[in-house]
């Protein structure tokens, strides 16, 4: 398998080491990305989003409570901006101590148990990189929501992409055409352009994909894997903001 930001080797901390942005205590965990520090600020684990399954959000945030609860952490990242909910996103990692001598990136951690994806937003490439690698690790073990053969949505099937409207997903298959219409370039995984799954691409993003030496038109009658969250517009889309959103894999 040929991919364009996943790696064979696991993920490590290093690999997301941005500027420190302060550490604290854990007080609480609030769902499955974010948790309060006893000094009252809230933290949102940045580049990753929780993976949808048939498990419960309370299940799913019980992942981020095994690893967190009564944890020292540091946070680090590219920018400590609260969003507009208060949250400070970050790059969280526990710190070190006798049972656990190395810094560990808590991103890593849920990614490698199958409880996250990585997310559309990491622009930085070693941790991207690293990201992919612990999901990656997490989905040919089968661990977590890649336990379930339906994580990875079939394109043939447009109605189940279709059913998670405004979700983080991960879609799966042949590219069957690439065709322009005005400034949107179309990834067509169907032959029915107004009912079947197709993947858009702006004009005005194309420059990040030619610098990543990526011919859109290429990938005609190439199985690719896409993520990215979920729109119906006539049938599913998914927008490409980022060439971290696709991976090329192996066969046709």
């Known amino acids: 398998m040929s991919v364009l930001m996943a790696a064979a080797e696991p993920a490590n901390a290093a690999g997301c080491a941005f500027d420190a942005q302060g ?42 409570s095994a690893i967190l609860t009564g944890r020292d952490v540091t946070l680090r990242g590219e920018d400590d901006t609260p969003d507009r909910y208060g949250r400070e996103p970050a790059f969280v990692f526990l710190v070190s101590s006798q049972t656990a001598p190395a810094e560990t990136l808590v991103q890593s951690e849920l990614l ?33 929501i890649w336990a379930d053969p339906t994580a990875i949505k079939n394109p043939e099937s447009p109605g189940d992409i279709l059913a998670g409207i405004g979700r983080f997903t991960v879609v799966e298959g042949k590219v069957l055409s690439v065709r322009q219409a005005g400034a949107t370039i179309y990834l067509n995984f169907g032959r029915n352009w107004t009912r079947d799954f197709a993947v858009t691409i702006s004009r005005r993003v194309l ?23 979920v729109e119906a517009r006539g049938g599913p889309r998914i927008e490409l903001l980022r060439v971290g959103q696709i991976e090329l894999l192996g066969g046709n």
């Open 112 to 144: 490698a148990q199958g409880e996250a994806l990585v997310s559309a937003t990491v622009t930085d490439k070693e941790c991207a990189t690293a990201l992919m690698a612990a999901e990656a690790a997490a989905r040919e073990a089968k661990r977590g």
């Open 23 to 64: 550490d604290g205590r854990v007080a609480a965990v609030i769902d499955a990305r974010t948790f309060r520090l006893e000094d009252g600020r809230e933290i949102r684990l940045a580049g990753i989003e929780p993976a949808v399954s048939e498990k419960s959000a309370a299940n799913r945030a019980s992942a981020l």
């Open 207 to 229: 420059p990040g994909f030619e610098a990543a030496g990526i011919a859109l038109k290429s990938l005609e009658n190439r199985r690719i894997r896409v993520r990215g969250w």
